[in-house]
């Protein structure tokens, strides 16, 4: 079975800066997905970004990117140029390409973004 | 498009009462899924359904029932509401298994006294 682990609790920012949020996984799979959704104070969940496992190239969306480096099970995501709704709750997630294969979430991290 | 729709938003419950919670898309997704979220737990699973009248168990199934009768519905069921249910729930939804972006609600906000 896998895991996600996102193992700090909270994070704060200053607006402009840069940011990363640390995620790891532990997978016997070879051919998976990896996604970080935000949870802003509404709740609503909402896709930031997705990495196919079989691609070298780092996802990119906006000011959103990640580090995936496949082989020590490390997803981190970078937020460039902080903004105030970028405050939220992130949640790091793993699926493979099984079919009905479950999406599998971290305990998620706080991030807070100071003005 | 109204995306997913959850009702109702919140709802307090006694012990032992039963209530069902309703899930719409309107996007024609074939996949519909319920979380549950629990502060410092993430989201886990708890049914999930590949089409119209099939559904499957997740990660936490105990103590809820789910049905897909109509493609755009998904029913969440608790016939005998425990404090341990106290919760927010998720329902979600994607066209493809494969790809897998699931487009979420905006929770349900469970209260079990």
């Known amino acids: 079975a896998q895991t996600v682990t996102q193992s700090q609790p909270e994070m704060s920012v200053q607006e402009a800066e840069t940011v990363t949020l640390s995620c790891t996984y532990d997978t016997s799979e070879n051919n998976y997905y990896l996604f970080w959704y935000k949870q802003p104070p509404s709740r609503q969940m909402i896709l930031v970004i997705r990495?196919?496992?079989?691609?070298?190239q780092n996802a990119t969306e906006n000011r959103f990117s990640v580090n995936f480096q496949k082989a020590a099970k490390s997803f981190s995501l970078k937020i460039s140029d902080s903004q105030l709704g970028d405050t939220a709750m992130y949640f790091c997630a793993f699926r493979y390409t099984g079919a009905n294969s479950k999406l599998t979430f971290g305990k998620g991290i706080t991030l807070s973004v100071r003005p | 498009n109204a995306g997913v729709t959850q009702t109702p938003k919140f709802r307090v419950l006694k012990t032992g009462q039963s209530m069902t919670l309703l899930c719409a898309q309107d996007?024609?997704?074939?996949?519909m899924y319920w979380y549950r979220q629990d502060p410092g737990m993430g989201l886990r699973l708890i049914h999930y359904?590949?089409?119209?009248?099939?559904?499957a168990k997740g990660e936490v199934p105990d103590g809820y029932n789910v049905s897909r009768l109509k493609k755009q519905n998904f029913l969440l069921g608790l016939e005998s509401a425990a404090p341990s249910q106290t919760s927010v729930y998720f329902c979600?939804?994607?066209?493809?298994?494969?790809?897998?972006?699931?487009?979420f609600g905006p929770g349900t906000r469970l209260t079990v006294l």
């Open positions: 990495q196919e496992a079989y691609k070298q």
């Open positions: 359904s590949v089409g119209e009248g099939t559904t």
């Open positions: 979600a939804s994607s066209y493809s298994w494969v790809y897998n972006e699931q487009f």
């Open positions: 996007m024609n997704h074939e996949y």
